[in-house]
């Protein structure tokens, strides 16, 4: 009985645990997306550099990563505002974590050749919910374009 209960707990903190990852993924998802709609034009590119960033930053084949987009595609629509996920990224991530969000915002907003100025304001507007220090919003954004 008590090996019962000790094994339902433990699957219990496992999916858990599983259920948090995957909320901190789908958020960061969700952010990237914003992003691409935010000057009203998604283009192919925005999008395979949504992809390669959410695959690096969270070690997920192509597969998990089409199916984190598809959810983050409906909770991004369903959504009221960005700060529901600023709220989740804000509280799991570490500093060095916001940070690499952060420049896989600019990578995504440089992906089409062309910064916008919506872009760069819902950049700005993540990067203060996020309290990424300015220096930090400026580095990013300087080795995002000088990679571009």
Do not use: P
């Amino acid at each position: 009985m008590i090996a019962k209960l000790k094994q339902l707990l433990a699957d219990f903190k496992t999916a858990a645990s599983e259920q948090r990852q995957h909320t901190i993924e789908l958020a960061a998802a969700c952010i990237l997306l914003e992003l691409s709609r935010a000057d009203m034009d998604s283009s192919m590119e925005e999008r395979v550099k949504i992809s390669v960033a959410l695959g690096e930053m969270f070690e997920l084949s192509s597969a998990e990563v089409e199916e984190l987009l598809k959810d983050a595609e409906d909770n991004a629509d369903q959504a009221t505002s960005t700060f529901e996920f600023t709220r989740v990224v804000k509280e799991y991530f570490d500093d060095a974590q916001r940070v690499e969000l952060l420049l896989a915002l600019w990578r995504v907003a440089y992906a089409d050749g062309v910064l916008d100025k919506y872009e760069e304001h819902f950049i700005r507007k993540v990067s203060d919910l996020l309290y990424v220090s300015h220096s930090d919003f400026i580095r990013a954004k300087h080795l995002a374009a000088e990679n571009h």
